[in-house]
T-cell receptor
Framework: GAGVSQSPSNKVTEKGKDVELRCDPI?????LYWYRQSLGQGLEFLIY????????KSGLPSDRFSAERTGGSVSTLTIQRTQQEDSAVYLC????????????FGSGTRLTVV | GQQLNQSPQSMFIQEGEDVSMNCTSS?????WLWYKQDPGEGPVLLIA?????ELTSNGRLTAQFGITRKDSFLNISASIPSDVGIYFC???????????FGQGTELSVKP
């Protein structure tokens, strides 16, 4: 598609439930990134996929968080046993793998854990 | 890990005023980028800088890539209410890898 698409745009879940957030990157972008943004805060890096390389998971805050990228395109971020502190906007971005290009961000998924 | 120091954290200005914000790093960057995030949206790229000393304009926005390659600034002239949002600087470290983001500058414009 023309831009990075994220779904759902909003998600309210009960504490302890699992959630899945989806990202469709721009066609042709081989690098994909997940960030988390708490209210009024900056961008917290979570995980980075580049082509067929092993993902950079250094930003995942706990083992309740995981992500996969199927077929080098769509990515799913999964949060298990959600906690209230997981409430945030989850942003996905994609870019060309090579060269110093900027990232194109999606509009994010606003997750609220009640 | 590497960090970018972005300042100020927030600004409250009157419509029509000029605005300046900057980012500094302790290490060298190959690229400097400036993003704007509107409420409820993802950040959108405003300006990209690729060479030390480069000065680039995009309408009322002007950004520069510092000569030392460790800093960048963004100026907004004659601010208008739609300039409200969070501005992020970002850079590609010289050793490669993912973009490093600043903590953001939240801009409020009073009509």
């Amino acid at each position: 598609g023309a831009g990075v698409s994220q779904s759902p745009s909003n998600k309210v879940t009960e504490k302890g439930k699992d959630v899945e957030l989806r990202c469709d990157p721009i066609s042709g972008h081989t690098a994909l990134y997940w960030y988390r943004q708490s209210l009024g805060q900056g961008l917290e890096f979570l995980i980075y996929f580049q082509g067929n390389s092993a993902p950079d998971k250094s930003g995942l805050p706990s083992d309740r968080f995981s992500a996969e990228r199927t077929g080098g395109s769509v990515s799913t971020l999964t949060i298990q046993r959600t906690q209230q502190e997981d409430s945030a906007v989850y942003l996905c971005a994609s870019s060309f793998a090579r060269g110093n290009y900027g990232y194109t961000f999606g509009s994010g998924t606003r997750l609220t854990v009640v | 890990g590497q960090q970018l120091n972005q300042s100020p954290q927030s600004m409250f200005i009157q419509e029509g005023e000029d605005v300046s914000m900057n980012c500094t790093s302790s290490s060298i960057f190959n690229t400097w980028l400036w993003y704007k995030q509107d409420p409820g949206e993802g950040p959108v790229l405003l300006i990209a800088l690729y060479k030390a000393g480069e000065l680039t304009s995009n309408g009322r926005l002007t950004a520069q890539f510092g000569i030392t390659r460790k800093d960048s600034f963004l100026n907004i002239s004659a601010s208008i209410p739609s300039d409200v949002g969070i501005y992020f600087c970002a850079g590609h470290p010289i050793q490669g890898g993912k973009l490093i983001f600043g903590q953001g500058t939240e801009l409020s414009v009073k009509p």
